[in-house]
């Protein structure tokens, strides 16, 4: 594999990465064949596993500890952390009080004393961003991290973050994980030039849109029988998205490739991007994956791709992608009755 460097760490990365969030009960409780697809990849040349201690309530990031045992020090090994996990309201978010907490346990599910890459998994509104930053440089500092990113950030919160860091001279953001697919472009409009202009690596999630780029979900047929389907039915059977995939899979067809591998290559083809995370539930998945690991996109097919679905459009609302409250939340959009009444 040609390894590409992860911003400006100077760490180097296989342009996939393995994503272990299907590893646990959420997807696959075997450990064993979990661990056996871990090898697998890592065998292939992939060297950097991305995980999330809210992955199966922690599992997730135990089952990478038990394959990583006597290969840590070749894995650039990242993990996050946000989501919750237990009912206390201070078990989640990025304040100072869990991260410390939470990368410790971290720590001791993945059998390891360093995380290379420790991500805040979606932003927190409701906490200072200098007291993460703040936090997340005392853990570099401490050893226990080498190099921080964010997850799913707006632009604008991305250069706040960059902003503040170096005002107040602590360690800043140095990649970013974005969702991004031919389904999925609306980072291209500012969230890939920002990590460009800050040096930024970019590890991308659901290249595959959530399984809707597999092929296996068409206009007008049953709905298949998945993981993604059953917490996002919606998502998966909106007419939008399926329109799309009807017109992408004859491209597909016509270029000689499956629409799994177009939509892999096509994700690789942007510059910004540094590496695609990959999501693998079996052994036969990671299998197909790979196959189409070296497949590069001419320009006329990315022409093509670009009328189906036009650069910076997001064809469809990703349920999994991050809303902002003032998007969620209709009080903030909304004066008080009063003083509607009053104008």
Same mark, same amino acid.
């Given at each position: ?7 400006? +760490?100077?760490?180097k990365v296989s342009p996939y990465c393995l994503g272990a969030m299907m590893f646990g009960s959420l997807a696959n409780a075997d ?5 056996? *697809? ?8 992939? !060297?950097? *596993? ?21 290969? %840590? ?16 309201? !201070? ?17 001791? %599910? ?6 290379? $890459?420790?991500q805040i998994h979606r932003p927190a509104p409701d906490t200072d961003i200098e007291e993460t930053l703040s936090a997340l440089t ?9 190099? *921080? ?20 001279? $602590? ?40 399984? #809707? ?10 709905? @298949? ?15 939008? !998205? ?17 629409? +799994? ?6 994700? #690789?083809?942007?510059? &910004? ?5 990959? &999501?693998?539930? +079996? ?17 006329? /097919? ?5 009328? /189906? ?8 609302? !990703?349920?999994?992608?991050?809303? @902002? ?19």
């Amino acid at each position: 594999m040609q390894y590409r460097s992860l911003g400006k +760490t100077g760490i180097k990365v296989s342009p996939y990465c393995l994503g272990a969030m299907m590893f646990g009960s959420l997807a696959n409780a075997d450990h064993d064949d979990c661990i056996r *697809i871990i090898h697998k990849a890592l065998d292939a040349g992939i !060297n950097v *596993i991305d995980t999330a201690d809210r992955y199966s309530s922690g599992e997730s990031e135990e089952i990478v500890g038990k394959a990583l045992k006597g290969r %840590r020090d070749k894995i650039v090994l990242a993990t996050k952390v946000y989501g919750p996990m237990g009912d206390d309201p !201070n078990q989640q978010g990025t304040s100072r009080r869990w991260i410390m907490q939470a990368v410790d346990a971290s720590l001791r %599910r993945l059998q390891t004393d360093h995380i290379d $890459l420790y991500q805040i998994h979606r932003p927190a509104p409701d906490t200072d961003i200098e007291e993460t930053l703040s936090a997340l440089t005392d853990l570099m500092r401490a050893g226990k991290v080498r190099a *921080i990113g964010s997850s799913t950030f707006p632009a604008s919160e991305i250069v706040e973050a960059q902003w503040v860091a170096e005002r107040r001279s $602590l360690a800043r953001f140095r990649s970013e994980q974005p969702p991004y697919s031919i389904l999925d472009r609306g980072i291209e409009r500012e969230v890939l030039p920002v990590c460009e202009r800050y040096g930024m690596g970019v590890m991308v999630w659901s290249p595959l849109s959530k399984g #809707m780029l597999t092929g296996r979900y068409r206009k007008g047929a049953p709905m @298949p029988d998945s993981i993604r389907a059953k917490y996002m039915p919606k998502q998966m059977s909106d007419a939008r !998205n399926l329109e799309a995939v009807e017109q992408l899979i004859p491209l597909a067809a016509e270029a000689g490739l499956s629409l +799994t591998h177009m939509a892999m290559a096509f994700v #690789m083809a942007h510059p &910004g991007v540094t590496s695609a995370i990959l &999501g693998p539930r +079996t052994m036969p998945q990671l299998d197909d994956l790979l196959a189409g690991a070296e497949i590069r996109l001419s320009d006329d /097919i990315l022409d093509r791709i670009d009328q /189906i679905v036009p650069p910076g459009t997001d064809v469809a609302p !990703n349920a999994a992608a991050y809303i @902002p409250p003032a998007i969620l939340r209709p009080d903030l959009r909304r004066r008080p009755l009063a003083e509607r009444s009053a104008a």
